[in-house]
């Protein structure tokens, strides 16, 4: 199995900027694709971006592109999601998964996940 650790997250006043980080342990992790996924209270959890194994292929929701940037470094086993120009509506709990598809988009998809960190943005 991969486990997935996240950190990052936190109270950011609207504008500012905040970066995710999401740890897997396991040999396998260069063959995931991983995404990024938020959950409001009381919402579906949404995909906010997703990366390919390799890092070369991206997807991010209408919501996050131009402001959030997904990253991986495989040789540390971790996953970014940098987020700028933040919004209260990105107000969220925030996931990373990892899937055996090449860029899954459904959270379906995706096979392992992490805890989720809260990331909350003021007006």
């Known amino acids: 199995q991969v486990q997935l650790v996240q950190s990052g997250g936190g109270l950011v006043q609207a504008g500012g900027s905040l970066r995710l980080s999401c740890a897997a342990s396991?040999?396998?992790?260069?063959?995931?694709?991983m995404g990024w996924f938020r959950q409001a209270p009381e919402k579906e959890r949404e995909v906010v971006a997703a990366?390919?194994?390799?890092?070369?292929?991206?997807y991010y929701a209408d919501s996050a592109k131009g402001r959030f940037i997904i990253s991986r470094d495989n040789a540390k086993n971790t996953v970014y999601l940098q987020m700028n120009s933040l919004k209260p509506e990105d107000t969220a709990v925030y996931y990373c998964?990892?899937?055996?598809?090449?860029?899954?988009?459904?959270?379906?998809?995706?096979?392992?996940w992490g805890q989720g960190t809260q990331v909350t943005v003021s007006s």
């Open positions: 998964a990892g899937a055996r598809s090449y860029l899954p988009i459904p959270k379906e998809e995706y096979d392992y």
């Open positions: 396991g040999r396998t992790f260069r063959n995931y694709a």
């Open positions: 990366i390919s194994w390799s890092g070369v292929s991206t």
